[in-house]
């Protein structure tokens, strides 16, 4: 059976995983978020549950302790500077969430020690810091370089969970910002970051907390120049270990010569994702389904919350690919007595959820009734608009609703989408996409509203059957909170599973056969997988990368294709070809200006292979087997970039060239990966293989 593998490279400054490598497309028989067993369907995977990289500021590292790294003895810099930091008093590690230090609040702290990287007064800087407090207190310095006379920077806890900054010019307070108080809270991960736009008078001073910009100043004298301090995590300073000293958990520490941006500080924050973004706002949920909790023996649908069992009812299936979920085929799950409150005091509620439509038909997406026409509905309609209606007193006319054209809110047909619908007894609702704010609609006047249910169903209205048929589409995951969710909320949850159901390049087979091994057979006669249209302008980048697992059966001799972009017909016009042909010969043809290059006995029958083909930006093309280059040719080719050409894997579209053997994987890179690079990939996946 395929594995639920989900294992991409690390993420840390400087290395790349395969996002940053410009990995754009990515089919796996091997994983089950790729295929599942059944179906048509290969799902790409090239966004799915992958690590966010940092922001490609690595040369700008001046600092780089990274919580993930630690062995033994000093906290030892990643960066070129070594600018590593002692462990002093009962400072003890602890290796899981990434890694980091665990500080009891009684002379314990790390220190690095004076060194001119760390003098940044000549231009801009970035500082930022992981950290748990155990207990909400102020004036418990995280980090910064502060010995007598000789201030320059400090970073501390403020009141009721507010972060302040001060910098220095030796005694002299030259600019400091101290944000409100419930930025962050105890015993939970929080990211703090600070940027300096100059170290001189008049340079802009901004404070991030979880990626969300807090305070902003101006520097009102220039920094000081050189400190002569060491710097200090877990204190204030030099001559102040005894006094304000932090209780709790100090994870991965960066500083920068550069002040990054607003949206590289937060693709920083989120590269830390099994810190913060990993991690969804559950709080108030009354109730909550999630495709993987589906019993397809028993055909029910139990709630995590408040154990509320739905039961299936008409034409739905459940498929594991991605992040789970449920296919709506005309049917529903329900439970037509459940009571729940989800409603909160103000009788405020939300409700949450990832799935995918088909817009331009008449459907209900969710149902909720307490009495006959008192209740919820969230539909959309055959005129393509998205609608919600909260009824009250059994009318839509003194209720809450909302209407919106399908296009002015973003969703597409037969895309994943996250949506939340935020009720609001006393204002308004609020409709988000894809974690942006897209309509609103006041409230009508009059009316009384429900606050219970006697009844939900997922894909159905119990008094709507009629008028809004069951869904068709699919559906992911279905949360409801008692009170509202505010607009950061939305945004970290969407952040939170977007990658669980990500829109990639998927392929449709025909005559395929899969095995619980891991691959799909190819039977040389009429099996092959496509995507309608070239899967975008990347596909036919100048320089690029194509690579597939390939297994060869006994004695084939014809040309067996691998992957091509080309007509539907197939020798009508392509773009490029990786195939196979005659005594293991492996041709990888460029249209435009090539000359059809081969490298002759690379293949072996029934033996897996990784192939690769690459084109460099100079037109440079190479051929290469288990990571190591079989051709490669002068510069000058040039590809045919047809935007209108579909991608066939397994057949040169329906002309032919059927391939008769397996396909394990396939990938598509945007860039040139260099020979390190492939010969990296080939030795991470070479054991799904036998090698």
């Known amino acids: 059976m395929a594995l639920d593998q989900k294992f991409f490279k690390s993420t840390s400054a400087g290395s790349g995983t395969d996002q940053e490598q410009g990995l754009v497309l990515h089919l796996d028989a091997n994983d089950v978020d790729s295929y599942d067993g059944d179906g048509s369907t290969w799902f790409d995977i090239t966004e799915h549950e992958v690590n966010i990289p940092l922001a490609d500021k690595a040369s700008?590292?001046?600092?780089?302790?990274?919580?993930?790294?630690?062995?033994?003895?000093?906290?030892?810099?990643q960066s070129a500077n070594t600018n590593n930091a002692s462990l002093n008093g009962n400072t003890t590690y602890n290796s899981d969430t990434k890694g980091y230090f665990t500080l009891d609040g009684v002379g314990d702290y790390l220190q690095i020690s004076d060194h001119s990287s760390l003098n940044l007064a000549g231009g801009g800087a970035t500082y930022e810091m992981w950290?748990?407090?155990?207990?909400?207190?102020?004036?418990?310095?995280?980090?910064?370089?502060?010995?007598?006379?000789?201030?320059?920077?400090?970073?501390?806890?403020?009141?009721?969970?507010?972060?302040?900054?001060?910098?220095?010019?030796?005694?002299?307070?030259?600019?400091?910002?101290?944000?409100?108080?419930?930025?962050?809270?105890?015993?939970?991960?929080?990211?703090?970051?600070?940027?300096?736009?100059?170290?001189?008078?008049?340079?802009?001073?901004?404070?991030?907390?979880?990626?969300?910009?807090?305070?902003s100043t101006t520097l009102s004298g220039n920094r000081i120049a050189d400190p002569t301090a060491d710097l200090f995590l877990g204190i204030l300073g030099s001559?102040?270990?005894?006094?304000?000293?932090?209780?709790?958990?100090?994870?991965?520490?960066?500083?920068?010569?550069?002040?990054?941006?607003?949206?590289?500080?937060?693709?920083?924050?989120?590269?830390?994702n099994n810190l913060s973004y990993s991690s969804t706002y559950d709080t108030g949920l009354a109730l909550h389904f999630d495709a993987s909790d589906i019993d397809t023996t028993a055909n029910t649908w139990t709630d995590k919350v408040s154990s509320i069992v739905l039961t299936k009812s008409g034409n739905s299936s459940y498929d594991a690919e991605l992040g789970d979920y449920l296919e709506l085929e005309g049917g529903y799950y329900g439970n037509d007595s459940a009571a729940v409150q989800i409603k909160d005091s103000n009788q405020d509620f939300t409700v949450e959820y990832f799935g995918q439509h088909v817009f331009g038909n008449q459907r209900a997406i969710l149902g909720i009734m307490q009495s006959t026409l008192q209740g919820l509905l969230i539909a959309y309609t055959s005129s393509n608009y998205f609608l919600s209606y909260n009824y009250k007193s059994g009318t839509i006319q003194s209720s809450q609703g909302l209407e919106a054209t399908v296009s002015s809110t973003g969703m597409t047909s037969n895309k994943w989408h996250h949506v939340v619908l935020v009720y609001d007894q006393s204002t308004n609702v609020k409709l988000y996409v894809d974690g942006i704010l897209n309509a609103t609609s006041t409230l009508g006047a009059g009316g009384t509203g429900w606050t219970t249910t006697d009844g939900i169903r997922i894909g159905s209205h119990e008094a709507f059957t009629n008028y809004y048929p069951s869904s068709a589409g699919q559906m992911g995951?279905?949360?409801?909170?008692?009170?509202?969710?505010?607009?950061?909320q939305v945004a970290q949850n969407y952040l939170a599973t977007k990658n669980k159901y990500p829109n990639g390049i998927n392929f449709t087979g025909s005559n395929i056969s899969w095995n619980a091994n891991g691959y799909f057979?190819?039977?040389?006669?009429?099996?092959?997988?496509?995507?309608?249209?070239?899967?975008?302008?990347?596909?036919?980048?100048?320089?690029?990368?194509?690579?597939?697992?390939?297994?060869?059966?006994?004695?084939?001799?014809?040309?067996?294709?691998?992957?091509?972009?080309?007509?539907?017909?197939?020798?009508?016009?392509q773009n490029y070809i990786l195939s196979m042909s005659g005594s293991g010969t492996v041709h990888f043809h460029i249209y435009g200006t090539d000359n059809y290059a081969g490298v002759n006995?690379?293949?072996?029958?029934?033996?897996?292979?990784?192939?690769?083909?690459?084109?460099?930006?100079?037109?440079?093309?190479?051929?290469?087997?288990?990571?190591?280059?079989?051709?490669?040719?002068?510069?000058?080719?040039?590809?045919?970039?047809?935007?209108s050409y579909n991608t066939f894997i397994g057949s040169l579209g329906s002309y032919g060239n059927y391939h008769n053997g397996r396909i394990g994987a396939v990938k598509y890179y945007k860039k040139p990966l260099t020979a390190d690079e492939l010969l990296a990939d080939f030795n991470a996946t070479k054991g799904t293989y036998g090698l």
């Open 239 to 272: 001559g102040y270990t005894t006094q304000y000293e932090f209780t709790g958990d100090i994870g991965t520490t960066r500083i920068y010569n550069v002040a990054l941006t607003a949206s590289e500080v937060a693709q920083n924050f989120r590269a830390g």
């Open 131 to 215: 950290f748990r407090q155990h207990t909400l207190a102020a004036s418990e310095h995280l980090f910064g370089r502060f010995e007598s006379g000789n201030f320059d920077f400090f970073i501390s806890t403020g009141s009721s969970g507010a972060i302040s900054l001060h910098f220095y010019n030796g005694s002299s307070s030259v600019g400091n910002i101290n944000s409100a108080g419930g930025k962050y809270t105890a015993n939970t991960w929080h990211h703090v970051a600070v940027t300096l736009s100059s170290g001189s008078s008049g340079g802009t001073i901004k404070l991030y907390i979880d990626g969300n910009l807090e305070g």
């Open 521 to 573: 057979s190819f039977n040389g006669s009429n099996a092959n997988f496509v995507t309608s249209g070239a899967p975008g302008a990347v596909i036919n980048a100048t320089g690029f990368t194509v690579s597939a697992w390939v297994w060869r059966t006994n004695g084939v001799t014809g040309t067996n294709t691998i992957i091509t972009n080309c007509t539907a017909a197939g020798n009508t016009g």
């Open 601 to 643: 006995n690379v293949v072996s029958y029934e033996t897996w292979t990784h192939l690769a083909g690459v084109v460099e930006f100079d037109g440079v093309k190479r051929i290469y087997k288990n990571g190591v280059v079989q051709l490669s040719t002068s510069a000058g080719y040039s590809a045919d970039t047809v935007s």
């Open 60 to 77: 700008n590292l001046v600092l780089n302790l990274d919580g993930g790294t630690y062995t033994s003895g000093a906290w030892e810099d």
């Open 477 to 488: 995951f279905l949360k409801i909170y008692q009170g509202k969710l505010s607009d950061a």
